[in-house]
């Protein structure tokens, strides 16, 4: 199963993604967390991307392209993945649409998980807390600069898809478990509708 999840930042796609890894077996691609690995490892491409992400912007196209190419090529991506955190522009929907095609593969389903922006900043606002601001770019400068950026590259995204008829929106607003069975039912219906169980 290949499957890209969308939502703002604090929708909860990592959390969501996460609980996918453990039901289906299948591996989580979470371009924020390539790319903080980068900075920590000090690799050219964490040293070009710490200070943008660190303002909340958005990595250039072509690196996370080239990111996430490599990273679907290798073995435990064969059977299949979740993309989380990318394409996060429309260049990245359509690089991605590409690279899947010369390895003859789709995407299974595309899931918006929709959330309201004031509950957006709380539950942001509470994992800067508990986490005792464990990101550099959860300050809540950073979140709204994340959330503009959000409107303005990736909100763009989500009508892409749904103009291809690719898209299901799933209300984000209930608790972990509400939001995780809505998201296994429509993974469900993709199922059938691709003819497997
Ligand atoms: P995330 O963990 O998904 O919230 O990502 C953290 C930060 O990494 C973002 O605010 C961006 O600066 C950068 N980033 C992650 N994924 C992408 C992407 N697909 N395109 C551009 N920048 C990205």
């Not at 967390?33 to 900075?39: Q, S, Y």
């Not at 260049?91 to 309201?116: K, M, P, S, T, W």
Request: charge should be neutral; charged fraction near 30%.
């Amino acid at each position: 199963m290949r499957l890209v999840l969308l939502g703002p930042p604090g929708a909860g796609k990592g959390t969501q993604a996460q609980r996918l890894v453990e039901r289906y077996g299948i591996v989580q691609l979470s371009t924020g967390d390539m790319l903080r690995a980068a900075v920590a490892a000090g690799t050219p491409v964490g040293k070009r991307a710490q200070a943008i992400m660190d303002r909340g912007d958005l990595v250039p196209d072509d690196i996370m392209v080239e990111i996430i190419s490599d990273r679907i090529g290798q073995a435990d991506a064969a059977e299949g993945f979740i993309l989380d955190g990318f394409p996060r522009t429309v260049a990245q929907a359509e690089a991605l649409a590409e690279l899947l095609a010369r390895r003859r593969l789709g995407l299974d389903a595309v899931i918006e998980i929709g959330v309201d922006e004031a509950a957006l900043l709380a539950r942001i606002e509470k994992r800067a807390r508990e986490t005792g601001r464990a990101r550099a770019d959860d300050t809540p400068e950073t979140l709204h600069k994340r959330l503009e950026v959000y409107r303005q590259n990736t909100a763009p995204v989500s009508d892409h898809y749904r103009a291809k008829g690719m898209l299901t929106r799933v209300d984000g607003m209930g608790s972990m478990d509400e939001v995780s069975a809505a998201i296994s039912g429509v993974l469900e219906a993709a199922g059938r509708r691709s003819g497997r169980a």
